[in-house]
């Protein structure tokens, strides 16, 4: 994913777990909140991906993340620009086909209303 399209910032991943909305599903989380007036320069939404020590070993938890961000990938032209959002993978991410992923994916996006 291109650096433009990425969250890496401490205090952004901060005012998200803080302010940001979750929408919860059995393979994902999404926390979602709307960009700083400051980081509106670009016309983009940006995007984290997470998997805590619960998901599994490193290899389980690279395999999660690759996932998500490939679910994310086809969609970033749909996504309603000036969002951070964080997806952050279940435990039982790292063994779900990525169609499946990518649903959860979408599912979430459009109860955020993040989806054009």
């Not at 980081?39 to 599994?56: E, Q, W």
């Not at 749909?78 to 169609?99: G, K, S």
Request: some cysteine; proline content about 6%.
């Amino acid at each position: 994913m291109a650096r433009r399209y990425r969250l890496y910032r401490k205090s952004d991943f901060a005012r998200l777990r803080h302010n940001g909305r979750r929408f919860v599903h059995p393979l994902v989380v999404l926390i979602a909140c709307p960009q700083d007036t400051a980081d509106r320069l670009s016309p983009n939404s940006r995007f984290a991906f997470s998997a805590s020590k619960r998901v599994g070993n490193a290899v389980c938890r690279n395999r999660a993340k690759r996932l998500m961000r490939e679910a994310v990938r086809p969609h970033l032209a749909q996504i309603q620009p000036h969002w951070d959002c964080l997806f952050v993978a279940r435990p039982n991410t790292p063994q779900a086909h990525l169609t499946d992923i990518e649903a959860a994916v979408v599912q979430l996006l459009k109860r955020a209303q993040l989806l054009h």
